[in-house]
């Protein structure tokens, strides 16, 4: 598994992208409805107001705050500091100098101090979107198979369109290349690695290299 979503559903499709589109798009379709099904059970079985990882992310920062020293500086605004970065939190713009929660939408150690002052949920600050409403939502869709071929209701202009295959230019020669080329600064193990010279992409048989190995070399063999 890749952070890259487009490398995640390649290395997925790996074996199965040589199949007609049809046969393709089928895998894709089960895939995917399998995707959102065990997303939709994961979503429905959270007991906390927020997503595992948000709360796990959290739920330190409430012993943190208990550290702090928070101050009032007028009915909204909030002075919290005992630490080497200190805060000045808007309740009711819901932000702070420290800029973490500004980015995040989640509430930092001054956030979580000022609101326990204020006597303010803390949940009632937190971006919607990791909320567990949220996250049923996002896989509250689903993907249903679009059936057999037989049971497709296709438009009679579409039926009667002739589609004539494109033009192919003359095949190279060599082996068809099936993995795309990478993408730059994107690096790759190098499996080819020549017995003479040492380096990586071609092979002894292939290799230019002037200067290979020395072993059994009768000039290098003199003893000191």
């Not at 705050?65 to 009711?92: A, C, M, W």
Request: aromatic residues 10%; hydrophobic residues 30%.
């Amino acid at each position: 598994m890749t952070t890259n979503m487009v490398e995640s559903l390649n290395s997925m499709l790996v074996n199965v992208r040589d199949f007609p589109y049809v046969s393709l798009l089928d895998v894709i379709q089960e895939k995917m409805s399998k995707w959102w099904n065990d997303g939709r059970i994961i979503a429905m079985a959270i007991t906390t107001p927020l997503t595992p990882s948000q709360e796990s992310e959290l739920r330190p920062r409430f012993a943190q705050s208990n550290s702090r020293h928070t101050s009032q500086l007028n009915p909204v605004t909030y002075h919290v500091k005992g630490s080497e970065l200190e805060g000045v939190v808007d309740i009711f713009n819901k932000t702070c100098t420290c800029k973490e929660f500004d980015i995040d939408k989640l509430p930092c150690v001054h956030i979580v101090g000022a609101a326990h002052h204020a006597q303010v949920s803390v949940y009632s600050l937190v971006s919607p979107y990791y909320t567990k409403e949220y996250y049923v939502l996002a896989y509250s869709v689903t993907i249903y198979p679009v059936g057999s071929q037989s049971q497709w209701d296709i438009p009679n202009k579409i039926v009667a369109r002739i589609v004539l295959p494109r033009e192919f230019k003359d095949k190279k020669r060599g082996r068809p290349k099936t993995s795309r080329f990478p993408s730059v600064g994107e690096f790759r193990k190098q499996k080819n690695r020549c017995g003479k010279c040492g380096a990586y992409g071609h092979y002894k048989k292939k290799c230019n290299s002037q200067t290979g190995s020395t072993e059994g070399n009768p000039l290098t063999d003199v003893p000191v």
